[in-house]
T-cell receptor
Framework: GQNIDQPTEMTATEGAIVQINCTYQ??????LFWYQQHAGEAPTFLSY????GLEEKGRFSSFLSRSKGYSYLLLKELQMKDSASYLC??????????FGKGTTLSVSS | GAVVSQHPSRVICKSGTSVKIECRSL??????MFWYRQFPKQSLMLMAT?????????EQGVEKDKFLINHASLTLSTLTVTSAHPEDSSFYIC??????????????FGPGTRLTVL
């Protein structure tokens, strides 16, 4: 079966660092994606991990441990515009993206 | 590059009517397109996968006779919601991918279509 878990909601303040965790159990694994989605809009790509380790891209970093079925998205120097839903998605054998339920992040001043 | 469009962006229809949603890859050839549905405050649920020129593969629980998918060209896939009912009201999002097989190719998402069935 497919199971992707992430926290439902998180809150943080401007300038802070927040880590959004994702654990997964899927039949087949070809990589893990993180997407950002604002309400009423389509998801936008943030990062892709297929090998273990940390991928850094500006204020956003993503980590993957395949043996633990675990990933996290790290957001630094938080800004108000980072308030959004963050979706963890696994691409399984056969190429379909399977999404977690998403984490709604609220950034306050 | 890698732009995916959807039309219409919003549609309101009466119960029992059919609605067609188009998904187009504007600057690349999409051998595979995916259709997702998202209910309020929930994540994207994969409905079906369509490869150009072949029948779509539907996820468990998705009625293939109700959600008709056609992927007749490398740049266009359509989703037709037949005999729509209020419970079909949702945000429908398509994504497109260039490559085939198991290698990584990023999926590019369309802007979504908000369907409201009265």
């Amino acid at each position: 079966g497919q199971n992707i878990d992430q926290p439902t909601e998180m809150t943080a303040t401007e300038g802070a660092i927040v880590q959004i965790n994702c654990t997964y159990q899927t039949s087949g694994f070809n990589g893990l994606f993180w997407y950002q989605q604002h309400a009423g809009e389509a998801p936008t790509f943030l990062s892709y991990n297929v090998l273990d380790g940390l991928e850094e891209k500006g204020r956003f970093s993503s980590f993957l441990s395949r043996s633990k079925g675990y990933s996290y998205l790290l957001l630094k120097e938080l800004q108000m515009k980072d308030s959004a839903s963050y979706l963890c998605a696994v691409i399984r054998a056969g190429t379909a993206l399977i999404f977690g339920k998403g984490t709604t992040l609220s950034v306050s001043s | 590059g890698a732009v995916v469009s959807q039309h219409p962006s919003r549609v309101i229809c009466k119960s029992g009517t059919s609605v067609k949603i188009e998904c187009r890859s504007l600057d690349f050839q999409a051998t595979t397109m995916f259709w997702y549905r998202q209910f309020p405050k929930q994540s994207l649920m994969l409905m079906a996968t369509s490869n150009e020129g072949s029948k779509a593969t539907y996820e468990q629980g998705v009625e293939k006779d109700k959600f008709l998918i056609n992927h007749a060209s490398l740049t266009l896939s359509t989703l037709t919601v037949t005999s729509a009912h209020p419970e079909d009201s949702s945000f429908y999002i398509c994504s497109a991918r260039e490559g085939r097989g198991f290698s990584y190719n990023e999926q590019f998402f369309g802007p979504g279509t908000r369907l409201t069935v009265l």
